[in-house]
């Protein structure tokens, strides 16, 4: 997360806001890309878990040959399509015309390292059938290794463009995602494509999962990424920065908890497969809980710093990035609330039930947006406003009565579960913070950094003695112990 900021930061200070618009607007235009291929993509992994759970290893290799040739036939499709909207970017979208080549570039290496990943999905499932999750996610922290020392080749060798972000990404994308699938195959060896084992009626219903999961990625696609059109379409360059700025950082904290609960998966998996409801309850609860501590935390410290942040970070022109930004932090305490639920809902296979809602409203959402960045022109922070309002009027009419139905609970439950322990140590933290920039407004990183730890002492403060039930002290207990005793041991001769 740090590494993108700074790059971010790097370029606004030192190439225009038009250019560096580009690059979002683009970007917004490649999400769409997955609607392609979830279709196919979106059952994979859990037909294999269940498959593999079972000890057929058969199974697994005819999910892959199955779903391989329709993959192959939609890259086929994808490419041809990608390559004529690169080639007529500037048709499509508000392009400054210096930059239509280097937007068309873009487009081009984003279009071709998707199709590449795309193809190679079917064999990185190996990590989750044996839930090597810390070994892909080193090979993933390879690939932004690699991306950063690309991107600083590039930028202190070339000088400071935009499209230099795009190019370290496709070349780090592109050998992660070929060596993910290396790494899984030899894992798992039963992932391969065998003719004989093409299964039409296994085909059917991966599709048949999956597109669920591609309305699903639709409704996502509108969440953040429409914003970015729509204010290219009736904003300014500006807006089009500073909206950015904001839900750059709001995805990177989203991405975090994701890659925190993958692991979760199989054991979800596996709970709902032995009809274990009381633990796959309990698990939700505390996944949730958890999920409210690891995102309140920074979450609530930009919430009363926004407007010190954005301008230490990028400023004073971009101060409307201060609103931005406190808006998207707003959703937290109420989406994270259910931070297990998507998950779960996929290893249920309640894909309609969470999928078809959640497109629904973003739908609402992208005409929301339009309204309010066009006749109202209120830029940035209007379609952010749009998206607040509907991610959490969704949580509160839909999602949360939807988690208390898998949960097989009521509100007072959950309130004293998850929203009350959830909430509490940001609250407390809240008031730390506002009191330190009270005694003494921000001035320097130094300074914001000293008031965020100070603050972040009190919210872990408010969580071990508050926030933790007593299995959770118990087990917390445990490992310091047992730590504890290793130290005092020394180490074994």
Not at 55 to 79: C, H, K, N, Q, Y
């Amino acid at each position: 997360m740090s590494v993108i900021v700074w790059v971010y930061q790097f370029l606004l200070a030192r190439i225009p806001a038009d250019e560096f618009a580009v690059y979002p607007v683009v970007a917004a235009i490649m999400v769409m890309a997955p609607l392609f291929f979830t279709s196919f993509t979106g059952g994979i992994t859990r037909n294999a878990l269940d498959a593999y759970a079972k000890g057929d290893g058969l199974a697994v290799t005819r999910i892959v040959s199955s779903i391989l040739p329709l993959i192959w036939l939609m890259t086929g499709i994808f490419l041809p399509l990608g390559a004529l909207l690169a080639f007529n970017i500037d048709h499509v979208l508000n392009i400054p015309d210096d930059m239509v080549w280097q937007a068309g570039l873009m487009m081009a290496l984003l279009v071709l390292a998707f199709a590449v990943q795309m193809v190679l999905v079917p064999f990185q499932i190996g990590f989750h059938i044996h839930q090597r999750f810390v070994e892909m996610n080193l090979i993933m922290l390879g690939r932004e290794v690699l991306r950063l020392l690309l991107l600083l080749g590039l930028m202190f060798g070339f000088g400071a463009q935009v499209i230099w972000v795009v190019v370290a990404s496709f070349l780090a994308d592109t050998v992660c995602a070929v060596a993910l699938a290396l790494r899984s195959r030899a894992l798992v060896p039963e992932l391969r494509f065998r003719r004989e084992l093409v299964d039409r009626v296994e085909a059917r219903g991966l599709v048949s999962f999956g597109l669920w999961t591609s309305l699903g990625q639709l409704g996502n696609v509108m969440y953040t990424h429409a914003a970015t059109i729509v204010l290219n379409l009736y904003g300014t360059p500006q807006d089009v920065t500073v909206y950015f700025i904001g839900a750059t950082i709001f995805r990177q904290l989203q991405a975090l908890i994701q890659v925190a609960t993958q692991p979760l998966l199989p054991a979800i998996t596996a709970m709902q497969a032995l009809d274990e409801r009381k633990r796959l309850s309990r698990t939700m609860n505390r996944g949730a809980r958890y999920g409210l501590w690891v995102a309140l935390l920074p979450g609530v410290a930009l919430t009363v710093y926004a407007k010190d942040f954005i301008v230490l970070y990028v400023g004073t022109d971009y101060a409307q990035a201060a609103v931005v930004l406190m808006l998207f932090m707003a959703i937290l305490p109420f989406d994270r609330a259910t931070t297990l639920l998507p998950m779960t809902c996929i290893a249920m296979a309640k894909v309609r039930e969470f999928f078809l809602p959640a497109f629904l409203y973003q739908l609402l959402g992208l005409v929301l947006m339009v309204v309010l960045a066009g006749p109202l022109k209120l830029g940035a922070i209007g379609v952010t406003l749009a998206l607040a309002a509907i991610t959490i009027g969704s949580q509160l009419t839909y999602y949360w009565n939807l988690n208390l139905k898998i949960t097989q609970s009521n509100l007072r439950e959950f309130a004293g579960t998850v929203l009350w322990p959830g909430w509490l140590p940001g609250a407390v933290a809240a008031l730390v913070w506002v009191g330190l920039a009270t005694i003494e407004p921000v001035s320097s990183w130094l300074q914001l950094f000293g008031y965020g730890v100070l603050g972040g002492v009190v919210y872990v403060a408010v969580v071990l003695t508050v926030g933790l039930e007593t299995s959770e002290w118990m087990r917390l207990k445990a490992v310091i112990v047992r730590r504890t005793s290793r130290v005092k041991r020394g180490p074994e001769k």
